[in-house]
């Protein structure tokens, strides 16, 4: 089979001593970073990009998407451990997660959690070995309105979806854009935004507003706020095993929540967070033993479990098949490929199909790396949430600092962060999110180009984006998204009126 | 289509939806204080200048010793002594990393050696 082929291909470039040190690398990072409230993928992806510059672009990949998901199973022990989300996909786990914990079942939640991860997370990976193929093959019949129409609404899904209003989301989406202009226009050689400042004709690189957005304006947030630290609690192995019948009542929600989280996963906007969110309340649902969610019951803390770790595998698809990422921390993985000088597209599949299948088959060793991880040596990770963080800001701040020097070897990038990193944090407070913009960034150059190319072709005529089915379908959903909050709202307000 | 035709339309539609957005707190105004947490927001500042004013003239070390300790008093636990073994530690580390294996020409020591 051909599939088979070229996961056995893939598999016996992702097995070099090279490339384990660097997936390993990146889950242990992942996790150690997941384990941590306050910390998530995104900066750690963020803060080895710099490094990334020196390996080739498969070990680069496979290194940062590690860590993207090492931190969803790292996100679930502080979630379980003491109720504080290591990372936001895992916040509902915490609901039954910790209540184990509470009734002394915390080293079997945290087994019953590493398993799920595992099944959710292969599940994910043969999902999305078997669709890319027949996704980009799809793909590359796309014109140039067409990508236009597919990324004007994964921006808008991912604004959509983002925390708090989505107009703040919008605004965010656009800002991104419009700092994503800045410096010297492709095609028609303008300076844009620059304002005399050299370093700025070459535009923001994506490791300054990364490390800025959310490197500085995490640590600024996180070093203020007490975050809740962990209780020695004693993790043995012998306590790790279910008890009878927990395993087999396990069977049918973590199939449900990896089928669930496949889905959501591979759509735009949407990602792990929902993905997890979702599983949870529809498992409540339909569960025999929905009513006693809540109290501690294993089948809660294994359905958002497996269904973020599907999704986390299946946004990749995408991703590295449409050049669309999904998510922020997906878009950040498309901005490593760039940097790398890979065009996002479809014709990654054909042009650098080596490179994706060693990708996804490290996915496989990456996930069994993080089995072991997550079971005989969770005892250090749980240690680990006792590190305090007056040693563990000051060594991410400086980690930063050299890493975005390393890059350009100028002091004055390290200004632009700080910049970069007090806009984010203004946004943080005034409940802006900071995901939209880092996509808006990233597809922002790439938008502007696929419409320059499709009105050049149609000689100036915005017909195109209608005329095409693909497109027109993308732009009517976008419009469906912008359209439905407004429109909900309208008629809550109508209600309310009619009511009083 | 010239040079400004897209950022003016996504500024102009992000103008818009700015105007919405101050329209809606004016009229109702927020309850909710934003609350800013100004020791941790000045030190980590610091800590960047820090480092940025320091690396080509004082070289790296002198550069994360001075950053790790501004940077560690955003905690209020923060102990100097605590600080400069770490910061030591911490040159150390990104020393072997970035000079030792990555071969950059970061100066190490002041004079831009």
């Not at chain 2, 950022?7 to 004016?26: E, N, Q, R, S, Y």
Request: aromatic fraction near 8%; hydrophobic fraction near 55%.
């Amino acid at each position: 089979m051909d599939l088979l082929a070229n996961l056995a291909g893939g598999m016996a470039q992702a097995a070099t001593p090279e490339n384990l040190m660097y997936c390993f690398l990146g889950v242990t990072l992942g996790t150690f970073i997941g384990v941590l409230p306050g910390l998530g993928a995104m900066i750690g992806i963020a803060l080895l990009l710099p490094v990334t510059y020196y390996l080739d672009p498969a070990s680069a990949i496979i290194m940062l998407a590690g860590i993207y998901y090492g931190g969803e199973y790292g996100g679930s022990i502080a979630s379980i451990l003491i109720n504080v989300p290591g990372t936001p996909s895992s916040a509902v786990t915490g609901i039954d997660g910790h209540a184990m914990t509470r009734n002394g079942r915390a080293a079997a939640a945290l087994f019953m959690t590493a398993i799920a991860s595992f099944v959710g997370g292969s599940v994910g990976i043969i999902l999305l070995s078997a669709f890319s193929p027949v996704i980009a093959a799809f793909a590359l019949t796309f014109k140039s309105a067409d990508y236009f129409a597919v990324m004007l609404l994964g921006l808008i899904a991912s604004a959509s979806v983002a925390r708090g209003s989505v107009v703040k989301g919008i605004v965010a989406m656009i800002a991104g854009v419009l700092i994503g202009t800045i410096g010297t226009d492709v095609s028609t050689g303008a300076q844009r935004f620059t304002m005399g400042v050299p370093e700025l004709v070459t535009g923001l690189s994506l490791v300054v507003l990364a490390m800025g957005i959310f490197g500085f304006s995490e640590i600024a947030v996180s070093a203020g706020s007490n975050l809740p630290r962990a209780k020695s609690q004693a993790i043995r192995m012998r306590d790790m095993m279910p008890e009878k019948g927990e395993a087999r009542r396990s069977v049918g929600p973590i199939a449900r929540g990896a089928s669930l989280g496949s889905l959501l996963g591979s759509l735009p906007g949407a990602g792990p967070t929902l993905s997890a969110f979702l599983a949870y309340s529809f498992e409540k649902a339909i569960n025999r033993r929905g009513k006693d969610f809540g109290t501690g019951v294993v089948e809660g803390v294994v359905s958002p479990e497996s269904a973020n770790n599907a999704a986390a595998q299946t946004a990749f698809i995408p991703t590295l098949t449409l050049g669309i990422p999904g998510t922020a921390t997906m878009a950040l993985i498309l901005g490593a490929l760039m940097i790398h000088g890979l065009p996002p597209g479809p014709r990654l599949m054909t042009d650098h199909s080596d490179l994706f299948w060693a990708v996804i088959a490290s996915f496989w060793i990456g996930n069994v790396f993080l089995l072991i991880l997550n079971i005989p040596l969770v005892t250090i990770w749980v240690r680990l949430l006792r590190i305090p963080y007056r040693f563990l800001f000051p060594s991410i701040t400086c980690f930063i600092c050299i890493g975005v020097y390393s890059v350009s070897l100028n002091p004055v990038e390290i200004f632009i962060v700080l910049a970069v990193g007090l806009l984010g944090y203004a946004m943080r407070l005034t409940g802006f999110s900071a995901a939209p913009l880092l996509m808006g960034f990233i597809l922002g150059p790439l938008m502007e180009e696929y419409l320059r190319r499709a009105l050049l072709l149609s000689r100036g005529d915005f017909g195109v984006f209608i005329e095409s089915p693909i497109s027109a379908t993308c732009l009517a959903i976008a419009a469906v998204m912008i359209a439905w909050p407004i429109l909900r709202g309208g008629l809550r307000n109508l209600r309310r009126r009619r009511e009083g | 289509m010239g040079a400004g035709f897209f950022p003016f339309w996504f500024a102009l539609v992000g103008a818009a939806l700015g105007a919405v957005i101050c329209t809606g707190a004016v009229m109702r105004p927020a309850e909710a204080r934003v609350s800013i947490h100004w020791r941790s927001l000045i030190f980590v500042s610091a800590a960047f200048v820090m480092f940025g004013l320091l690396i080509e003239p004082a070289g790296l070390i002198v550069a994360i010793v001075a950053s790790t300790i501004l940077g560690a008093m955003a905690d209020r636990g923060a102990r100097l002594v605590e600080s400069v073994i770490l910061g030591f530690g911490l040159a150390a580390g990104i020393w072997v990393i970035f000079v030792v294996l990555l071969g950059l020409s970061i100066p190490v020591l002041p004079g831009g050696r």
